[in-house]
């Protein structure tokens, strides 16, 4: 858990998240949108959430699941290892570390695949924002 909330940090640290919105703050993003020629501008939050618990999900989807997941952090951690000030914060051996243990971590989740067998959560959260065009 150390690490992982070691690499997470550098990952902000490297690439803030302020900078996925253009650097803007939350409260300015109607505005955004309102200048690029929507009116009636409405932001809406959705959250959601994966549990390997879900009964509603077959054994294959969660499989497949957990492979992307795996293969998202890999590449990622991969991409961000390519950058010079990611490693000023992280080691090599840190890195091999981390790798070796989300593989782990997969082959974990892969055996434990069923119902209430184990419980995995992932949430996270988007934007969607919605307005009407004005047609001149």
Not at 91 to 100: A, H, N, P, S
Request: contains cysteine; aromatic residues 14%.
């Amino acid at each position: 858990m150390n690490l992982a909330n070691k690499i997470s940090l550098i990952y902000e640290t490297v690439h803030p998240m302020s900078e996925f919105v253009l650097g803007m703050p939350s409260a300015e993003i109607p505005h955004f949108f309102a200048k690029s020629g929507l009116k009636n501008v409405r932001v809406y939050g959705l959250g959601r959430a994966f549990s390997l618990s879900n009964a509603a999900m077959s054994k294959e989807q969660k499989h497949e699941y957990i492979i992307g997941m795996y293969e998202a952090e890999v590449c990622k951690f991969k991409n961000y290892w390519q950058i010079a000030e990611f490693r000023k914060y992280l080691t090599k051996q840190e890195g091999d570390k981390y790798l070796r243990l989300l593989n782990e971590d997969k082959i974990f989740l892969l055996k434990n695949i069923g119902e209430n067998i184990f419980w995995d959560w992932h949430g996270g959260a988007n934007l969607l924002v919605i307005g009407d065009v004005v047609k001149k």
